[in-house]
C-alpha cells in the first residue's frame, strides 16, 4: 500500500510542480484522480509504451483535457516517448506538452480534448470503431485479433455538455460493452460548486441511457476503484460509466475541495503543504522516485509481451484466414487498393435539364463501397435526404456492429464528434451528412478534424437557398464562409454531377485533413464537357470552365455550385453584346490557394480588374477574388419560404443580373 500510495503521489506532484513551473495550467484536477488513473493504467490498460500506435491496444481518452499535466507525467513515468525536459517545458513555446493533450503531437495522446463533451464523444466513436473491426474480422474458434477497451476519464462540465448526452444516448443504445468512462464526480466548476447549474442524478440519467452504472464513494480506494473497473470489464452487452467521487486538490491546505484549486499554479508554499499532508518526504521539485519509476516502467515490458501474444494470434488468424489478415494490414495501414478509383460511376451524360447534385453522392458511395470496405458512416436522420445510404450493407447495430450504415439519429453535435472517433481508432475511412445549415451544430467537431488532420468526409446537402420552400431557417447563407474560415479543412463546392465525382476523388486521397463536399437539393444541369473542360480540373479548386474568344477577356465570371450553369448562360448573353467573358468554376478555394501563383494567374489575370463572382450565399471574403474593383453577386440576408427558381429570382441570382452586374463593372473600371 505505501508503494501504491508513493506511486499515485508521483503523479500529483510531477503535475503540480509542471504547472508551478509554468505558472500555468490546471493542478486540481490531478490531485483527485491521480488514484483512478494510477489504477488504470498499472492494473488495466493494455498498452504499449515502445509502440504506441500497436493496433490491438486499449484506447485511453482524457475528456477532461485540462488536466493534461497528469497525462504527460504518466506518459512519462511509463516509458513513452516524453522526457523529464518535456514535463518542465510543459505549456512553452514549441513544447511536446502543449495546455491540452493533441494528438499527433505526442505519443500516448490518442485525440486533442480541451472543449469539454468532445474526448467523450470520440472514445464513443473508438468504441464504435473497435467494435466494427471486431465483427468484422474476428473469427470462432480463432484468436481474436481485435480485442481492447476504450477507457474515457470525464469530468461534471463534460457531462454537462449536450454532445456527451448525444453521445451516450446513442452508445447506449448500441450496447457498446468495451466502452468504460470514469467520471471524476467532484462537484466543482471554474464557477464554484456544481450546484449553481447542475442538480441532476447523473448517474440514474445513465441508467436511462442503458449503461452499466457503478459508484464509488471514495477517489482514493484504490481496492474499490479497481473491483468497479473488474466488473465493467465483465459487463460486456452495455456500455460502463464508474462514478467515483473524488475531491478537486486532494490534500493542499487552502484549496482542496474548492473551485480555486481548479486552475493556476497551486503556490510553492501550497505544494510544500501538500507533501507534508500527503507523506511526500521529497522537497525537490519534478523527483520520481527510483522504486517508483521502476514500477512504472514495467508498462514497457508488459506492454512488449502483450504484443508478442497479440503477434503469435496474428500468426494463427493469418493461418486460417490468409485473405482476411491481408485486407486487416491494408485497411489499418490506410493502404487503399489500387483500383478504387475505377470504381468511382462513369461520367454522367449531359442534361441539361438537371439533376440534384445529391443523387452523384449515393451512386459514389454505392460505387466504391465494396472496393472500399473500410468507408463506414451515416447521417443525422437524413440519410434519404443526403443519399448517402451504403445499399449493400445493413445498419450498424447492437445485434449487427458489421453494418456499414451508422444511424445516428437526430444528434449532430455527436455525430461529428464520433466520426472523429472512429477516424481516429485507425482502420476506417468514415463520412457523416447532414444538410448545410446544420453544420452549425457541428462546427466544434469539424474544427477539432481539421486541428487532428483526420481522414473523413463531411457531406453536406440542400447547400443553399434553391432547397426551397422549408424557408430560411433550412436555408444556409453564411455557412459556406464558416467553413472556408477553418484552417485545414478542405471545402467543395461542385458545379454538377461530374463535378461531385472528382469531389470524392480529391476527399478521398486528401490525408492532410477532413473534407466537406456540398451538394444541392435542386435540379443543376450536368455540363457537356464536349464543350466545356473537363470536370477533372476540380483538382486544382478553380479552372476555366469556358473561354471567350477574345485574347484578353472583357470580364471574368467567377462561380461556385449551382449557379455555375446560370454563370455560363450569361456568358451566352454577353456574347450577343459584343461583350466577351470567361467563366470561372471555383469549387474550392483551398485548393485553389494551393496552386502554384503561375496557375492562379492564368485563371485570374491580374491585370483584368473586371470581375463579378456568383454565389447563392453570404458575399464576405469574396474580396480575395474579385478585388477592389469588382462586383459579388450573393446573398447577404436570410432567405424566405418558396419554391428555389422564385428564390433565385427574388435574389437576383440569375444571368441577366450577371449581365447587368458584369456591364456595370466594365464600364466602372473603363473610366
Known sequence: MKETKEQINTIRFLSADAVQKASSGHPGTTFGIAPMTYVLWKNFLKHSPTHPDW?????????????????????????????????????????????????????????TTGPLGQGFSNAVGMAMAEAHLSAVFNKPDTPKIVDHYTYVVTSDGDLMEGVSAEAASLAGHLGLGKLICLYDDNDITIEGNTDLAFSEDLPKRFEAY?????????????????SAIQSAKNEDQRPSIIAIKTIIGYGTPTKQGKSIAHAGPLGID??????????????????????????????????????????????????????EATEFNRIMNNDYPSNWEECLPEAFKPNPEGTPTRMATGEIINGIADVLPELIGGSADLAPATMTLINESGDYSAVNYSGRNLRYGVREHA??????????????????????????????????????????IF??????????????????????LGLRSVPNLSVIRPSDSNEVIEAWRMAISNNSGPTCILVTRQN??????????????????????????????????IATGSEVPIALKAQEELVKQEIHARVIAMPSWDLFENQTKEYQDKVLPPNIKARVSIEAGSTLAWERWVGDDGEMIGIDSFGASAPWQDLFQKFNITSENIVQVAQKVIQKISK
Open 55 to 111: 493496433v490491438d491496444r486499449d484506447r485511453f481518452v482524457l475528456s477532461s483535457g485540462h488536466s493534461s499535466a497528469m497525462l504527460y507525467s504518466l506518459l512519462h513515468l511509463t516509458g513513452y516517448d516524453l522526457s523529464l525536459e518535456d514535463i518542465k517545458n510543459f505549456r512553452q513555446l514549441d513544447s511536446k506538452t502543449p495546455g491540452h493533450p493533441e494528438s499527433g503531437h505526442v505519443p500516448g495522446v490518442e485525440t
Open 210 to 226: 442503458g449503461w452499466h452504472v457503478q459508484k464509488v464513494s471514495d477517489g482514493n480506494n484504490v481496492e474499490a476503484i479497481n
Open 270 to 323: 501550497e505544494i510544500s503543504s501538500a507533501k507534508k499532508t500527503l507523506g511526500w518526504p521529497y522537497s525537490e521539485s519534478f523527483y520520481i522516485p527510483e522504486n517508483a519509476l521502476n514500477s512504472f516502467r514495467e508498462a514497457i515490458l508488459t506492454g512488449k509481451n502483450l504484443e508478442k501474444n497479440w503477434e503469435q494470434n496474428f500468426y494463427q488468424y493469418k493461418e486460417k484466414f490468409p485473405q
Open 415 to 456: 455525430m461529428t464528434s464520433i466520426t472523429n472517433g472512429i477516424a481516429l481508432h485507425g482502420g476506417l475511412l468514415p463520412y457523416a451528412a447532414t444538410f448545410l445549415v446544420f453544420s452549425d451544430y457541428m462546427r466544434p467537431g469539424i474544427r477539432l478534424a481539421a486541428m487532428m488532420g483526420l481522414k473523413e
Open 459 to 480: 457531406v453536406f446537402s440542400h447547400d443553399s437557398v434553391g432547397l426551397g420552400e422549408d424557408g430560411p431557417t433550412h436555408q444556409p447563407i453564411e455557412q459556406i
Open 524 to 557: 443543376v444541369p450536368v455540363l457537356d464537357r464536349s464543350k466545356f473542360t473537363s470536370a477533372k480540373n476540380l483538382a486544382y479548386g478553380a479552372y476555366i470552365l469556358s473561354d471567350c474568344e477574345k485574347n484578353i477577356p472583357d470580364v471574368l465570371l
